[in-house]
Nanobody
Framework: QVQLVESGGGSVQTGGSLRLSCAAS????????MGWFRQGPGKEREGVAV?????????ADSVKGRFTISQNNAKNTLYLYLEMNALKPEDTAMYYC????????????????????WGQGTQVTVSS
């Protein structure tokens, strides 16, 4: 069973930076997709950034140039990060780490419905 645990949320002012982390354990296959999703007040959940086991990344247009997704494999645990710079009030949301297994040639995408494993979420608040 894959388990995801996020950390690193908080409150910052406009223009500030935050780094989110996610520890993923329980993967039994070397091919996977991992990503960050967010849900703001009164909004639907949206994809922010995803990364595959091959290292390819995809970003939402709203965060390109400001956010960077990365990963690091350690023994039995995959660590996922989201470096967020130049934060804006509209980035305020609950941020979720998500994962799924992938097949050969599978391209990771930002569709939340494709992801079956989710963390509990970490709140990011950006004040103006």
């Amino acid at each position: 069973q894959v388990q995801l645990v996020e950390s690193g949320g908080g409150s910052v002012q406009t223009g500030g930076s935050l780094r989110l982390s996610c520890a993923a354990s329980g993967y039994t296959n070397s091919r996977y997709c991992m990503g960050w999703f967010r849900q703001g007040p009164g909004k639907e959940r949206e994809g922010v950034a995803v990364i595959g086991s091959d290292g390819r990344t995809t970003y939402a247009d709203s965060v390109k140039g400001r956010f960077t997704i990365s990963q690091n494999n350690a023994k039995n645990t995959l660590y996922l990060y989201l470096e967020m710079n130049a934060l804006k009030p509209e980035d305020t949301a609950m941020y979720y780490c998500a994962g799924r297994y992938a097949r050969w040639g599978d391209r990771c995408n930002l569709r939340s419905a494709d992801f079956g494993y989710w963390g509990q979420g970490t709140q990011v608040t950006v004040s103006s």
